[in-house]
């Protein structure tokens, strides 16, 4: 079973930043996807940005620029470095996981207000 457990999440002013991490844990394949996913309230969820085992890398156009995805294989950790956050950017966001199975975290609220 695959578990994976966000952290860093929380309220930042707009054009500040952060950082937010994810465990993965369990019998997860070499050869994988992870990356993160948000949900907006009263909107579907949608992709931000996934690396896969190689290292390449895939963004939604309303990141691009200002988040940078990266992972830590031998530790089963990505991360998310969000800069230059909008108000538009809040939403509760997931890590996820995917080989011959996908997997998603709990989610962590990142919060972008003055």
């Known amino acids: 079973q695959v578990q994976l457990v966000e952290s860093g999440g929380g309220l930042v002013q707009p054009g500040g930043s952060l950082r937010l991490s994810c465990a993965a844990s369990?019998?997860?394949?070499?050869?994988?996807?992870m990356g993160w996913y948000r949900q907006a309230p009263g909107k579907e969820r949608e992709l931000v940005a996934i690396?896969?085992?190689?290292?390449?890398?895939n963004y939604t156009d309303s990141v691009k620029g200002r988040f940078t995805v990266s992972r830590d294989s031998a530790k089963n950790m990505v991360y998310l470095q969000m800069n230059s956050l909008k108000p538009e950017d809040t939403a509760v966001y997931y890590c996820y996981v995917r080989a011959i199975f996908a997997a998603w975290g709990q989610g962590t609220l990142v919060t972008v207000s003055s």
């Open positions: 690396i896969n085992s190689g290292g390449i890398t």
């Open positions: 369990g019998n997860i394949p070499s050869s994988n996807i």
